[in-house]
T-cell receptor, first 115, second 116 residues
């Protein structure tokens, strides 16, 4: 079974530039999460999708962050414009109901450095 | 809101010895799930062990076991016979009771170093 795929693995940009991250969840997983992990902290949920609908985006800075999940499969997370404090690892995770649904499968993340 | 606290930023243990990582949490729910995740330098979060709050028996997975104290809201991880491959960041995480919502709240992590 293929895992959660994320790209790029690393990204370096200057502040005020735009950046996008891509996530391909495990096939058949209806729920997709984006987490932000700042250095020295635990991951923090940014947004949760159920199929292509948003379930929870209460901690997403909507003035600069946006996310979409086309056709309930792949997802992209965009930052525009980036700030220094956006430097972090962005982790994507997916899960599926009915198979021990409390188990999340994580990707390896995208490490973003904003200079 | 639920919170998860890990008070040990760093721990070290001699190879083959036993180490315990601490975690406390706060919730008003009676039913929930608790997890320990391992994050090696590859950054991928790997599930180590999970505990359902309604189960009194402590979960075990090979060399990994937990001490779940529901009344004290404490959830510690014991690693026996520590191996070099156990070196990583360890995160304690909480999940609420709603089926189909696997949103996790994480602690700040403990960096575990294994001394050969």
């Amino acid at each position: 079974e293929a895992g959660v795929a994320q790209s790029p693995r690393y990204k370096i940009i200057e502040k005020r530039q735009s950046v996008a991250f891509w996530c391909n969840p495990i096939s058949g997983h209806a729920t997709l999460y984006w987490y932000q992990q700042i250095l020295g902290q635990g991951p923090k949920l940014l947004i949760q999708f159920q199929n292509n609908g948003v379930v929870d985006d209460s901690q997403l800075p909507k003035d600069r962050f946006s996310a979409e999940r086309l056709k309930g499969v792949d997802s992209t997370l965009k930052i525009q414009p980036a700030k220094l404090e956006d430097s972090a690892v962005y982790l994507c995770a997916s899960s599926s109901r009915g198979e021990g649904g409390e188990k999340l499968f994580f990707g390896s993340g995208t490490q973003l450095s904003v200079l | 809101a639920q919170t998860v606290t890990q008070s040990q930023p760093e721990m070290s243990v001699q190879e083959a010895e036993t180490v315990t990582l601490s975690c406390t949490y706060d919730t008003s729910e009676s039913d929930y799930y608790l997890f320990w995740y391992k994050q090696p330098p590859s950054r991928q979060m790997i599930l180590v062990i999970r505990q359902e709050a309604y189960k009194q028996q402590n979960a075990t997975e090979n060399r990994f076991s937990v001490n779940f104290q529901k009344a004290a809201k404490s959830f510690s991880l014991k690693i026996s016979d520590s191996q070099l491959g156990d070196a990583a960041m360890y995160f304690c995480a909480y999940r609420g009771p709603n089926f189909g919502n696997e949103k996790l709240t994480f602690g700040t992590g403990t960096r575990l170093t294994i001394i050969p």
